[in-house]
């Protein structure tokens, strides 16, 4: 065989774009319209029998009518030509709708959701308004509940009850965004989403991942996946593919600057030391990009001044940006918040030390500002306890 058949494999692989989930070829498995990623849709469609320009123009006519015209999948499917539509119609399962249960707004304009799950679960949503009224990001849950269980969090408390699909991931920025979009004016649209709602994301990666593919295409809501954030309490084997799936941003949630703290703090830390995640992360972040590690401030627990130079030693080495976040009530009353002066401080030392960092003061505290903080509000308001249905 000629040396140039034997290269042509490899030299078409190098053209693949990196990034790009394969898209699944079994016409035969429905998915809710929601959880389609559109790459995906389209190859199905080619294997249905449509031609590739056929199967394009119906998956984009679907899409835009759902996401960009906020149609229910029937009344998207309608705008389907006829014949494209009947290949359209056998890839769809029933729609998996998101109820809104209660939604209350902060002072400073912050709007947390409490969704109904099809299947009477409840998870949340919240829409922040950043200070300078400049940017509207949206935080989504990816699981009800949670079984990494730190110490802080109040999604901990309820365990892990199931994930959520990509359509309810999805489902959760197309309920927000119309709701924004009726009660904004003058402010800017959604143009940001964090994954740090309810759940542990690289926990339920596949669908993360699938829900990131449909936020961030032309036919749906076009947002920029640099824009897209995901964070995790570090789970490191599965770093490497989240960082060859997507070019979403990873925000590692620290929180300690030793193991000790650390797995007190976070069980997680127990499997994964400090210096094993360090080594997982440098191992598996692509050249040029960074991490966002964030690190919740505990008055008395890790805001000292020695606390500062053994996060400023982990992060040695490390293309990071550093959020530090004043805690937020949780369910452990001894996990407070430093006085401000402290904040700064620790804020400060890092500064002259060199590390890029910024304060991110939380949002909506007067209403249950905390990750699952609504949803147990919710429960406990009608004697539950433990539990995720409404």
Same mark, same amino acid.
């Given at each position: 065989?000629? *040396? %140039?058949?034997?290269?042509?494999?490899?030299?078409?692989?190098?053209?693949?774009?990196? +990034?790009?989930? %394969?898209?699944?070829?079994?016409?035969?498995?429905?998915?809710?319209?929601?959880?389609?990623?559109?790459?995906?849709?389209?190859?199905?469609?080619?294997?249905?029998?449509?031609?590739?320009?056929?199967?394009?123009?119906?998956?984009? !006519? @679907?899409?835009?009518?759902?996401? /960009?015209?906020?149609?229910? +999948?029937?009344?998207?499917?309608?705008?389907?030509?006829?014949?494209?539509?009947?290949? !359209?119609?056998?890839?769809?399962?029933?729609?998996?709708?998101?109820? =809104?249960?209660?939604?209350?707004?902060?002072?400073?304009?912050?709007? /947390?959701?409490?969704?109904?799950?099809?299947?009477?679960?409840?998870?949340?949503?919240? !829409?922040? @308004?950043?200070?300078?009224?400049?940017?509207?990001?949206?935080?989504?849950?990816? &699981?009800?509940?949670?079984?990494?269980?730190?110490?802080?969090?109040? %999604?901990? *408390?309820?365990?892990?009850?199931?994930?959520?699909?990509?359509?309810?991931?999805?489902? &959760?920025?197309?309920?927000?965004?119309?709701?924004?979009?009726?009660?904004?004016? +003058?402010?800017?649209?959604?143009?940001?989403?964090?994954?740090?709602?309810?759940?542990?994301?690289?926990?339920?990666?596949?669908?993360?991942?699938?829900?990131?593919? !449909?936020?961030?295409?032309?036919?749906?809501?076009? @947002?920029?996946?640099?824009?897209?954030?995901?964070?995790?309490?570090?789970?490191?084997?599965?770093?490497?593919?989240?960082?060859?799936?997507?070019?979403?941003?990873?925000?590692?949630?620290?929180?300690?600057?030793?193991?000790?703290? *650390?797995?007190?703090?976070?069980?997680?830390?127990?499997?994964?030391?400090?210096?094993?995640?360090?080594?997982?992360? @440098?191992?598996?972040?692509?050249?040029?990009?960074?991490?966002?590690?964030?690190?919740?401030?505990?008055?008395?627990?890790?805001?000292?001044?020695?606390?500062?130079?053994?996060?400023?030693?982990?992060? +040695?080495?490390?293309?990071?940006?550093?959020?530090?976040?004043?805690?937020?009530?949780?369910?452990?009353?001894?996990? &407070?918040?430093?006085?401000?002066?402290?904040?700064?401080?620790?804020?400060? &030392?890092?500064?002259?030390?060199?590390?890029?960092?910024?304060? /991110?003061?939380?949002?909506? *505290?007067?209403?249950?500002?905390?990750?699952? =903080?609504?949803?147990?509000?919710?429960?406990?308001?009608?004697?539950?306890?433990?539990?995720?249905?409404?």
């Amino acid at each position: 065989m000629p *040396r %140039t058949a034997r290269l042509r494999p490899c030299a078409v692989a190098r053209k693949l774009p990196r +990034a790009m989930p %394969t898209p699944p070829t079994n016409p035969a498995l429905p998915l809710p319209v929601g959880a389609w990623r559109p790459d995906a849709l389209v190859a199905a469609l080619q294997v249905s029998g449509l031609r590739p320009m056929q199967a394009r123009d119906a998956a984009k !006519v @679907l899409l835009n009518a759902y996401f /960009r015209d906020n149609l229910d +999948a029937e009344a998207a499917l309608a705008r389907v030509p006829p014949i494209q539509a009947r290949h !359209v119609a056998p890839l769809l399962a029933e729609a998996r709708p998101l109820t =809104q249960v209660e939604s209350v707004v902060a002072a400073d304009k912050t709007r /947390r959701i409490l969704w109904q799950t099809h299947d009477g679960l409840v998870i949340e949503g919240v !829409v922040i @308004l950043a200070d300078n009224g400049q940017r509207v990001t949206l935080c989504v849950s990816s &699981q009800v509940g949670c079984g990494r269980r730190c110490a802080f969090c109040e %999604t901990g *408390r309820l365990g892990l009850v199931r994930n959520l699909g990509a359509d309810e991931i999805v489902g &959760q920025f197309r309920r927000a965004n119309r709701i924004w979009n009726d009660v904004r004016g +003058a402010l800017p649209a959604i143009s940001n989403v964090v994954f740090m709602g309810m759940g542990e994301p690289l926990d339920n990666l596949d669908n993360v991942i699938d829900a990131i593919a !449909v936020l961030t295409h032309d036919w749906a809501y076009g @947002l920029s996946a640099r824009k897209i954030s995901v964070s995790t309490v570090g789970v490191a084997h599965k770093f490497a593919e989240f960082f060859a799936r997507t070019q979403a941003n990873l925000a590692l949630s620290l929180n300690a600057p030793d193991d000790a703290r *650390r797995s007190q703090l976070m069980p997680v830390n127990q499997r994964v030391p400090m210096a094993e995640l360090k080594s997982a992360l @440098l191992a598996s972040l692509p050249r040029g990009r960074s991490v966002l590690v964030e690190y919740v401030l505990f008055a008395g627990l890790n805001d000292a001044p020695a606390d500062a130079e053994l996060l400023h030693a982990w992060l +040695a080495g490390v293309p990071a940006r550093l959020n530090l976040i004043p805690a937020n009530p949780g369910p452990d009353p001894r996990l &407070q918040s430093p006085v401000p002066a402290a904040v700064w401080a620790f804020q400060k &030392q890092l500064l002259d030390a060199g590390v890029r960092v910024m304060v /991110r003061y939380p949002h909506g *505290r007067d209403v249950g500002g905390a990750c699952g =903080q609504l949803a147990g509000a919710h429960r406990r308001a009608r004697g539950q306890t433990g539990e995720a249905h409404v």
